[in-house]
């Protein structure tokens, strides 16, 4: 019999346990007893929930064996590698009796919006009592939330992606890693852009190293498993434990609702689109701000904050008059931008005359009265229309790899309605 594992919220931010990492011990435990397990997902759940656990990752394991079987073994992994005396860390285990092809409705819609908005801890434990799922959970149990989602996630996901998680030996957690970046760029170089995010060449920095203190060793991400693998064989490291390749909703903007200006919801992750309203601003720390207006009238802040590098030079580079996409989670607001796309540029600009004899600029000759030049007294209408200097072409711009959020889809992959000016 099919059955379908959730795993939630067993992270710790100060011990560094990691939710896959649990699910990759469980994955072994079954199949060292014989019970096959046929794929694990890695599911990336709301990024703008407050309470959030590091990455917000939910593990869910499609395993042939009766839910009665799996559940001692389960809980028995979930209780000696959850971080539970961590009093913010709230593992939940959910376990339903069918297999991927059987996910209710109800199970496949709250998985849906677990990536879009924030759910309720009550919600999911009586969806799951509906359904005769097996639960369990430590502290507050708020990992059935995310344990629900991944049971849901194989209905809801139309375009899955791989990440594949190699881990360290578990007496050198905590220390330094070793891992040679002279051959994760080699393997970047190689596979990309089957592979993504693995390394930030303009920062010539290793992302798929993690720096916290947790079990993964590296995480290489993309399209094509077979790439994957491929690449991980050329990456010299220290000796690895155990690798798992998951399915992964990271890389696919599945946070992202369409929404007019006037629309948006506090807390929530938009596409959204506006005319840029004032130039750019720098402030304090190098953050870049910039204002849009919607067509309804409505103007919001739009914000790319320091940690993401270069990419807000393309801020700096829109001027008012500009239509542009905005990707990003709208908290406060303002809009944490993740990608845009230029729609219109603005192609000239209106500037104070230069008299074609003297080659100086005009002066205002008084309110409605147009302009004069100082030296020779001639006189202009107005104002008169400059070319600009544009450095943004039209298309979408996004933040570098090292600025990815795990659910925000690179431009690499394609698939947008626009020209693309990927970050490699
Ligand atoms: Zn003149």
Known sequence: MAAIVGIDDTDSRTAGMCTTYVGTVLRQRLVDQGIPVHRQLLYRCHPAVKRKTRGNAAVGLHVEADPATILPIAREVVETHAVIDDDRTNPGLVIAPHGPDRIPAAVATFARNAVQTHQSLSTARSIAGDHDYHMCGWGDGHGHIGALAAVGAW?????????????????????????????????????????????????????????????????????????????????????????????????????????????????????????????????????????????????????????????????????????????????????????FAVRELTRTTMTTPSCPTCDRTMSSAGADQGYRCPDCDRTAPGKVEQPLDRSLSCGWYEVPPLARRHIAKPLVRGGFDAPIHPER
């Open 155 to 339: 209905d809801v996901t139309t375009e899955w992606t791989y990440e594949q998680l190699t881990y360290r030996e578990p007496d050198r957690w905590g220390t330094p890693r070793t891992v040679d970046t002279s051959s994760v760029f080699a393997a970047a170089d190689r596979w990309y852009p089957r592979i993504w995010d693995t390394v930030d060449r303009t920062a010539d920095e290793a992302v798929c190293v993690p720096h916290t203190p947790g079990p993964v060793l590296y995480g290489l991400r993309g399209d094509d498993p077979a790439a994957i693998t491929a690449a991980a064989e050329m990456i010299d490291s220290e000796p690895t434990s155990a690798r798992t390749l998951f399915h992964t909703n990271q890389g696919t903007d599945a946070h992202l609702r369409d929404a007019s200006l006037d629309a948006l919801v506090d807390g929530h992750c938009y596409r959204t689109t506006g005319r840029v309203v004032d130039s750019p601003v720098t402030q304090r720390g190098g953050h870049v701000f910039v204002t849009i207006r919607g067509d309804d009238g409505h103007s919001i802040e739009c914000a790319a904050f320091e940690p993401t590098k270069r990419f807000r030079d393309h801020v700096r580079a829109l001027h008012p008059g500009d239509r542009i996409t905005v990707c990003g989670e709208y908290t406060d607001g303002t809009m944490k931008l993740e990608k």
